[in-house]
């Protein structure tokens, strides 16, 4: 599923092409969406943005386009005219005066009022988005130590978007590696450095991740490893994905395991 930084960068390639500008031509392939085409067709896009791992986008007159890719949902963007080389499900397509913005294999789409958004049954339950620019690592913080989070689990906590919006599952253990966190710790249990160490990577390494496309490991590593000529496959993740592969911090076996009926990579030594 793609996670905060992805749809993020995805709502930013829809805003490149389709802010500002009139929407001549609107294709909805849901049933329960079709009467909504008149409404949105020569409406202008005012803006394009995220909540969590949900993309939104306004219109004039009120009117939001919600979607979430959940598994397999993906936005395109193409010439107007023109369309990807997929074979998934087109959803809806978005088109202005010289591209289009296409959603594939989506099932969470819905068009919404601009006054009843925070009421949206997904919205509403979402915790602060990691890629705010108004959410400090010092509410992250406060969250951990809060009731209402600190006696769970981390490696669940990191999953559930009500504590915070758009992380994910490569997030987690990449997260929960810089912060050298045993993914088996309760935020009580742990020091109120190492609370505070968690919370400042929890956002460092989402932005990070949005601002570099998906790259997590430390700076230092992957610019060593892309000037030997290493793929971004090869230096993208510091731990995820790295099963038996040697730690770049100290040497020993990244291990897999399943937490929470997910996959999670750590390193024994490092996450103590």
Same mark, same amino acid.
């Given at each position: 599923?793609?996670?905060?930084? %992805?749809?993020?960068?995805?709502?930013?390639?829809?805003?490149?092409?389709? $802010? =500002?500008?009139?929407?001549?031509?609107?294709?909805?392939?849901?049933?329960?969406?079709?009467?909504?085409?008149?409404?949105?067709?020569?409406?202008?896009?005012? $803006?394009?943005?995220?909540?969590?791992?949900?993309?939104?986008?306004?219109?004039? @007159? =009120?009117?939001?386009?919600?979607?979430?890719?959940?598994?397999? =949902?993906? /936005?395109?963007?193409?010439?107007? &005219?023109?369309?990807?080389?997929?074979?998934?499900?087109?959803?809806?397509?978005?088109?202005?005066?010289?591209?289009?913005?296409?959603?594939?294999?989506?099932?969470?789409?819905?068009?919404?009022?601009?006054?009843?958004?925070?009421? @949206?049954?997904?919205?509403?339950?979402?915790?602060?988005?990691?890629?705010?620019?108004?959410?400090? /690592?010092?509410?992250?913080?406060?969250?951990?130590?809060?009731?209402?989070?600190?006696?769970?689990?981390?490696?669940?906590?990191?999953?559930?978007?009500?504590?915070?919006? &758009?992380?994910?599952?490569?997030?987690?253990?990449?997260?929960?590696?810089?912060?050298?966190?045993?993914?088996?710790? $309760?935020?009580?249990?742990? %020091?109120?450095?190492?609370?505070?160490?968690?919370?400042?990577?929890?956002?460092?390494?989402?932005?990070?991740?949005?601002?570099?496309?998906?790259?997590?490991?430390?700076?230092?590593?992957?610019?060593?490893?892309?000037?030997?000529?290493?793929? $971004?496959?090869?230096?993208?993740?510091?731990?995820?994905?790295?099963?038996?592969?040697?730690?770049?911090?100290?040497?020993?076996?990244?291990?897999?395991?399943?937490?929470? =009926?997910?996959?999670?990579?750590?390193?024994?030594?490092?996450?103590?």
């Amino acid at each position: 599923m793609p996670e905060g930084p %992805e749809v993020r960068r995805e709502a930013d390639a829809i805003s490149r092409v389709l $802010k =500002g500008k009139k929407i001549t031509e609107v294709y909805f392939g849901p049933e329960k969406l079709k009467r909504f085409k008149q409404k949105l067709t020569n409406k202008t896009v005012v $803006k394009v943005t995220t909540r969590g791992k949900a993309l939104l986008i306004f219109f004039e @007159h =009120g009117y939001v386009l919600y979607s979430h890719n959940q598994l397999y =949902g993906r /936005w395109f963007i193409s010439p107007k &005219g023109e369309v990807p080389n997929t074979r998934r499900s087109l959803r809806v397509t978005l088109t202005g005066d010289s591209h289009s913005a296409l959603l594939y294999s989506a099932t969470d789409i819905a068009v919404l009022n601009v006054a009843t958004l925070p009421e @949206h049954p997904y919205l509403r339950k979402l915790g602060p988005d990691v890629l705010s620019d108004s959410v400090s /690592w010092r509410q992250v913080a406060e969250r951990l130590g809060s009731k209402s989070f600190c006696g769970r689990g981390i490696s669940g906590l990191y999953l559930d978007q009500s504590f915070l919006a &758009g992380l994910g599952n490569y997030l987690r253990s990449e997260i929960l590696f810089a912060a050298g966190i045993n993914p088996a710790a $309760k935020p009580r249990e742990l %020091e109120s450095a190492k609370i505070n160490e968690l919370a400042r990577q929890t956002l460092m390494l989402s932005v990070r991740a949005y601002k570099s496309g998906g790259v997590t490991n430390h700076p230092d590593t992957v610019r060593v490893m892309r000037k030997a000529g290493y793929p $971004k496959s090869k230096y993208r993740f510091a731990v995820f994905g790295r099963d038996k592969h040697d730690c770049y911090r100290c040497g020993n076996k990244i291990r897999r395991v399943t937490a929470n =009926g997910r996959r999670l990579y750590l390193c024994p030594s490092c996450q103590r």
